[in-house]
């Protein structure tokens, strides 16, 4: 079992920048990828990131491409989202989310795959 805590979300203009965590619970951390979603009201939820467990592979969704930075600290049991150039359509519930590896350095991108979620962080971005 793992449990997902996201931090640092808030209220930002555009053009700036924050910085979100998610602290994982237990052991097992770097067993995991991590994941960012994101959840506009009315809209399905959408990829943002991924990093592997290893950190050596990474995948960005388009619309954050250049934007955003994904990074983890296993010795920490911590994933950050790094976000700069913020924009007003960046509003939205992030979620962070561990995706158990059951072979090689596997980056996946699709919400199903995932095994946990954290609750989210409220990021708005206004204009």
């Known amino acids: 079992q793992v449990q997902l805590v996201e931090s640092g979300g808030g209220l930002v203009q555009a053009g700036g920048s924050l910085r979100l965590s998610c602290a994982a619970s237990?052991?097992?951390?770097?067993?995991?990828?991590m994941g960012w979603f994101r959840q506009a009201p009315g809209k399905e939820r959408e990829f943002v990131a991924v990093?592997?467990?290893?950190?050596?592979?990474?995948d960005y969704g388009d619309s954050v491409k250049g934007r955003f930075t994904i990074s983890r600290d296993n010795a920490k049991n911590t994933a950050y989202l790094q976000m700069n150039s913020l924009k007003p359509e960046d509003t939205a519930v992030y979620y962070c989310?561990?995706?158990?590896?059951?072979?090689?350095?596997?980056?996946?991108?699709?919400?199903?795959?995932?095994?946990?979620w954290g609750q989210g962080t409220q990021v708005t971005v206004t204009s």
């Open positions: 989310a561990a995706y158990r590896v059951r072979f090689g350095d596997t980056v996946p991108s699709r919400t199903s795959e995932y095994d946990y």
């Open positions: 237990g052991r097992t951390f770097s067993t995991y990828a």
């Open positions: 990093i592997s467990w290893s950190g050596g592979r990474i």
